[in-house]
Every structure is written in C-alpha cells, then in structure tokens.
C-alpha cells in the first residue's frame, strides 16, 4: 500500500512514522523549503502522550523537552502576581506532561523516521486526480492521500472546500518568535512567564544561551492577517512593562515571525474517498484549547492503526473519523465555552477570578479539582480507541 501525506509537521510526522510501520511506503511532502523554527512552547499530555509512549518515543520526548520549574503571572511592572509550582501539573497528570517547543517535537519525530520514508520539502500537491500531480511536475499514484497540512490545509482545499467554508474565527490573533537577550533570559529562566492582562497576553520561555521563546495572543474582530507582522505585534502589546519591551525591541523580521488568526476546523466530513485529513487540517482545536500536538499525533496514530486492522483505505478511514471525531468535537467544544474567558479575561473581574483560582492551587486538596479543567483527561484511552 502508497501514501502520500501532504505536511511533514507534527501530524504528518507521526502519521509517515507509524504507517511505514505496518508496511506502508510512504512519500511525505512540504510545501516550506525546510524544517520550520518558529513555534511555541507547549505543554504536550493527554492522548498524544499515550501515542508516543505506543510507538515507543517516550524518552526521546524527555531527551527534547524542556524543562519547566514555575508557572507565574506578572503585571505591568514585573511584579509576581500569581506563581504555582509546575510540579502540581506534573502530579495532576501523574507525570505524562512534557513543556516541549513545537520545532524540537517536530525534530524529535523527524529524526525518529525510517531512511525509506520518501521526505520532501519545498513540496506540495497542486492536484487530485486518477494520481496526485505534485507542484514540481511528478505524480503519486497512491491507495491513501492524506492532509496534514494545517489549519489552512492546501489539500482539504483541492478535497473538500476553502478556508471560508471550513473554519470558525474565535476573535484573536497570535504570534511567536525567538530573541536573544541574556537579561530577559535571565528572569524567565526555568519558568514560563505570562503577562496579566486584558484582552491581550505576552508568554516567556528561556530556552538556553541566552534566547527567549515568545508567544502572544490579542483579540481582534477582523481575521484578516496584516502585511507587517512584526508592526502589529509593536503596536498591540506595546507598554506591557520592561519584558515586555525587551522582546518587541528584538522582534525579528516578518519572515522570522509566526503569525495567524486563532481558529478551528470545522468541516462535515474529514474523508472523501481515498482523500482523509489528520491533525489541524480536520480538527484544529486553538490554540487556546492547548492539545493541538497531542490531538494531531494521537489521531494519527488511531489512523494509522484503523487502517492496519481494516479490509480497505475506504473502511478505515471512515472507522478513524467515527473513532477520533467525538474527542476532538469535545475539546473544540470545551476551549469555545469555557477556556476563552479563562485564557483571556475581558474584565478585570475575570482576570481577579482567574487569579484566585490559580492561587487555591497550592491549598491542600485543591491542586487536582482546580488543575483538572486545565489539563482535562476525560477521554477514552488511546488503545481502546484503536481496538
């Protein structure tokens, strides 16, 4: 059996990984020149943690993640409104959560790939037809054809239907880059540092020699993305205090900075024939629902595996969508109607709330009640998924 996956991030990653596995030949294309370095620290649990511990990659997920002792809120002077213990979610989720960087996740399943997985970057399919016709002039004759290209995903566009039809603005923007500064370094070292604000927020990770991971996050109305990304974020967050500045000072250019609406997929259908979609590109979650990268590699996994234990591509596909679909709809769901206003306030009313939830985290009794919405495990287990 041939697959071809459109996007070699981390759902395609996962996907080439595991179907080469059971005996696939796999050819994974991208249509960036190379790996992607921007990204954001993510705290990386739940089904996809179950996931790589199936395919055995749980100590390389250690080996790349980094390290994270405190949790902590500062205000527009720097001063520590809120700091909770890391180890608290650590314990909530009995150990199974790595803060890790998208870029080193994407590494750590790179390197971890087969020599015979066909991997090419600069790469796209410009069409679907009796074979794919790929951007530089070949084609695939393939069983499978997958996307797990993205949110703004080229083959559910060719499949199924454009952007407009396919996903739901949640009214925010957000942004990620990489500075080096050995100052701010030094105050976000060890910790991952959030600004307490209204409807705008700046988070902070020291990732070594100096360099800081950025991320932000603001509301606006309008989805459409600006032509200068690095202006916009100068303009939105600007007097957040000194960190703050810091960063907005350092910003590097625009094609250094990751940029783009906060959004979900939200599509009838993730297959049509031997055509299916994987990670954001069927189900982007926001980033405010925190468990894109775990839902991306778990649902490739529980693919993978449907379509090793099924008679047909059309049977197994249709058995993932039926299998994963309800726990991705329910994560959606949850980051629409109670995450936001946890995320971020629009009141300082919200904002005291939240920062007194946080505080009760350290009472005895309290840490797993409070700490569970966070980082939510109702979800049946990977392997019953794939039984």
């Given amino acids: 059996m041939k697959a071809l996956i459109c996007g070699a991030g981390i759902a395609g990653l996962a996907l080439a990984k595991r179907l080469h596995h059971h005996g696939w030949e796999v050819h994974l294309v991208d249509h960036a020149p190379g790996p992607r370095t921007q990204g954001y620290v993510i705290d990386f649990f739940g089904p996809g943690y179950e996931a790589l511990s199936a395919m055995g990659l749980q100590s390389q997920l250690r080996e790349f993640a980094s390290p994270v002792e405190e949790f902590r809120y500062i205000d527009d002077r720097g001063r520590t409104t809120v700091s909770v213990d890391y180890a608290l979610f650590s314990k909530a989720l009995n150990g199974e959560i790595a803060s890790i960087m998208r870029p080193a996740l994407e590494r750590m399943l790179r390197e971890s790939l087969a020599e015979e997985i066909d991997l090419r970057y600069g790469v796209t399919i410009d069409r679907i037809d009796d074979k794919a016709v790929l951007s530089d002039g070949t084609t695939i004759d393939a069983d499978l054809i997958v996307g797990a290209d993205g949110i703004h995903s080229r083959v559910r566009s060719l499949a199924f239907g454009g952007d407009d039809a396919c996903l ?220």
């Fill in 168 to 387: 739901r603005y949640l009214g925010m923007h957000t942004g990620a880059f990489v500075f080096t500064d050995p100052e701010a370094f030094t105050q976000v070292r060890g910790r991952f540092v959030l600004t307490e604000t209204l409807n705008r927020q700046m988070g902070f990770y020291g990732l070594g020699e100096g360099r800081v991971a950025v991320f932000t996050v603001h509301r606006n109305p309008d989805p459409a993305l600006p032509g200068d990304p690095r202006e916009t974020l100068r303009h939105e967050y600007a007097g957040m205090g000194d960190l703050a500045e810091r960063a907005l000072a350092q910003c590097p250019p625009p094609d250094q900075v990751y940029y783009d609406q906060v959004a979900q997929t939200d599509i009838p259908s993730w297959h049509n024939g031997r055509v299916t979609l994987v990670g954001d590109a069927a189900h982007a979650v926001s980033l405010i629902a925190g468990q894109g990268a775990s839902l991306g590699i778990a649902g490739a996994y529980v693919l993978a595996e449907r379509l090793h234990r099924s008679s047909s591509v059309s049977e197994g596909v249709a058995d993932y969508e039926r299998r994963w679909r309800p726990v991705a709809t329910d994560v959606q769901t949850a980051a629409r109607d109670r995450v936001t206003e946890w995320f971020l306030p629009t009141s300082p009313v919200k904002l005291l709330l939240r920062r007194w939830g946080f505080r009760a985290m350290r009472l005895p009794g309290l840490d797993r009640l409070l700490v569970g919405p966070l980082f939510p495990k109702d979800h049946r287990t990977v392997a019953e998924l794939v039984a």
